[in-house]
């Protein structure tokens, strides 16, 4: 091209030589040196789904319909306060800065998460000054409560003078999802289906619109399981509810506008945009093998709880705007935001906002919602879209030869699936190859504490057992918060935390990167590196490890310095007093020479992080 100014009018991209898949494969091979592409540049789900670096345009693709064009999903905000009056200043308040719907989460209940709304709360004290119209949207999540708390609400429309048809209300009855979460015996379906059906008929005959009962994913996503686990349970316990509807004697084309779907969005951005868009195209998929025309179901989303932390609660912040993008790109029609201290505690005014505002911000000033379906056509997207639609329909097809949702849960199909993947996850998150920002990487020990109106009531959960019929409810940080607990422990009774004396060897450019390393390892467990700038000699180390008073000791610097100086350098250590003996990084050949000098344990990049620090505490008694 010439100097020219070209506008970008004129440019007809003819002036680009067109780039084929096997240039751009022949340049990456010349930079992983012939390593196997693969295992280099593509990686798995836990699904087994391979997710390659780059894809090409999908152009046959067709648009996955949900949320209107342009039309903003809905914002809903979190009213989980156990006092009434209290709940209700909270949903005024957000009303009145920019929210369109309420979540009204009851205690006990899938998402309550250690609070929430008693199930005889006066409803109108809660809504006191709420108009109940069509303006403001109300989610009840009252799980096995929801017939009491449906028949409470309805006689709060109608003492307000709106119109049961006027009042926008998803009712939650989800019996499935209290029994697969249920600590003690649930009632069984067969026993409460009828039921269920005869409460919704009776709701939609005083004219309310619904949806009326909900297919939840939490309960999967909750457990640690994957994506087409947590598609597949929802397409399962929604035909299971259009069934009952069904047999009541409802048309279908009827029964299926009274259900509606809630799936959990997470850090992972594509899988997420690709889950709910994944939903959408299965469900289409039910409904013509039920004869029906599809139709646009109505899905919520909430941030996933597994993905929060009790530590550096503020990347909290980053983890639930990256699942909203997702979630909104995916099409759902209404998202409530986990304000960034819920693990913590009741969140405050401060935590709320944030949460309101992630959502405002996003819809408003980036304009998230403007597009339908923006991720059609993209190869990925579209790519990982099919796969989890094949991968959740094949568990969805194993689920109803069991006889349906309930039999898979009685017989424990679902918890057994689920739990294989949780195991999976947690092996991940215990060797760093799944990072949670803030707690398994890049700790920071000496983190100021953060406000909640009150504490969590919720111990850390512990390792479900393999015969376990519920699907519990874990966060994936809870056992490196179990760790920095004991620290922070061991600090209020000693005035100091656990510590590790880093003996670095070599020059600054010779041990800087491991022992950076190390101080990342260990204070992820809340085991404080004493860090330095190196010794002028090994007695001045041996000195200056005394004077520590730490009682282990981690060797730091590159491989030709271990070479020469490692081994008698553990020697010396261990004489001192060292009662344990790290080196950071592979040992190589030399593992029989240093082990024989006194060096106990190799950390590097791959190696179990959660065994190896509680390991550590148990030498330091931090426990």
């Known amino acids: 091209m010439s100097d020219t100014v070209v506008r970008a009018s004129e440019l007809t991209f003819a002036e680009f030589p067109p780039a084929s898949r096997e240039q751009w494969l022949a340049l990456v091979s010349s930079v992983i040196k012939g390593a196997p592409f693969e295992e280099r540049l593509a990686s798995k789900s836990y699904d087994g789904i391979v997710i390659a670096p780059l894809y090409e345009r999908d152009s046959g693709a067709r648009t996955v319909f949900g949320r209107r064009a342009g039309a903003p999903w809905r914002v809903v905000q979190r009213i989980d306060f156990p006092d009434p009056a209290a709940a209700n200043a909270q949903a005024r308040h957000d009303l009145e800065n920019g929210v369109t719907g309420l979540a009204l989460v009851f205690a006990g209940t899938i998402g309550a998460y250690g609070f929430g709304l008693g199930a005889n709360a006066p409803l109108a004290r809660l809504l006191d000054g709420i108009a109940l119209g069509a303006s403001v949207a109300i989610d009840l ?8 708390v449906a028949r409470q609400l309805a006689d709060a429309v109608e003492r307000s003078g709106v119109s049961p048809a006027a009042a926008d ?24 289906r009828p039921g269920f059906a005869a409460r919704i008929n009776e709701l939609a005959m005083q004219g309310y619109q619904g949806p009326f009962a909900v297919a939840d994913g939490r309960v999967v996503h909750n457990a640690g399981g994957s994506e087409a686990q947590e598609l597949a349970y929802v397409l399962a316990a929604a035909l299971a509810y259009l069934r009952a509807l069904e047999a009541s004697g409802l048309a279908l084309r009827d029964a299926r506008r009274m259900i509606c779907f809630r799936l959990a969005a ?13 939903l959408r195209k299965l469900w289409a998929r039910v409904e013509e093998a039920c004869g029906l025309t599809p139709a646009p179901a109505f899905i919520a989303a909430e941030t996933a709880w597994r993905m929060m932390t009790r530590r550096d609660p503020f990347v909290n912040m980053l983890r639930a705007t990256v699942a909203v993008v997702a979630a909104g790109l995916g099409g759902a029609d209404s998202i409530a935001v986990l304000p960034h201290t819920a693990a913590l505690g009741l969140p405050d005014g401060f935590a709320r906002r944030i949460a309101r505002n992630t959502q405002l911000i996003l819809l408003e000033e980036s304009n998230l919602a403007k597009v339908a379906d923006p991720a059609a056509g993209a190869g990925g997207l579209e790519s990982l879209t099919h796969e989890l639609c094949v991968a959740a329909w094949s568990l969805f097809q194993e689920i109803e030869r069991t006889g349906g949702a309930a039999a898979a849960l009685e017989q424990g199909l679902i918890q057994a699936k689920v739990a294989a ?4 996850r947690e092996k991940a998150i215990a060797r760093r190859k799944d990072a949670l920002t803030g707690t398994t990487e890049f700790p920071d020990i000496a983190e100021a504490s953060v406000e909640v109106l009150a504490p969590s009531p919720l111990a850390a959960s512990p390792s479900p057992q393999g015969g376990e019929r519920r699907l519990p409810c874990l966060r994936l940080a809870e056992p490196f918060e179990a760790l920095r607990d004991a620290s922070d422990r061991v600090l209020e009774r000693t005035g100091a935390r656990p510590k590790i004396f880093l003996a670095n060897l070599g020059t600054l450019a010779e041990f800087t990167a491991r022992a950076s390393y190390a101080k990342n390892f260990f204070e992820t467990g809340g085991i404080a590196a004493l860090t330095n700038d190196g010794f002028a000699s090994r007695e001045e180390m041996l000195s200056s490890f005394k004077a520590s008073g730490a009682r282990i000791a ?11 100086e490692a081994a008698a350098v553990a020697s010396a250590l261990r004489e001192a007093g060292a009662q344990h003996i790290y080196l950071a990084g592979r040992p190589g050949e030399l593992e029989p020479t240093l082990r024989a000098a006194g060096v106990d344990t190799f950390i590097h990049l791959g190696c179990d992080l959660l065994a190896t620090l509680t390991a550590a505490h148990e030498v330091l008694n931090a426990y």
């Open 554 to 564: 981690c060797l730091c610097a590159s491989d030709a310095v271990y070479a020469t």
């Open 169 to 192: 209300i998803s009712f939650g009855f989800d019996p499935l999802g209290h029994i697969a979460t249920a600590a003690h015996s649930a009632p069984s379906w067969r026993d409460d």
């Open 421 to 424: 993947v949780r195991a999976e």
């Open 141 to 148: 999540q009252a799980g096995p409560n929801a017939a009491h």
């Open 266 to 278: 997470d850090a992972d951005q594509f899988l997420t945009t690709a889950k709910f868009r994944a």
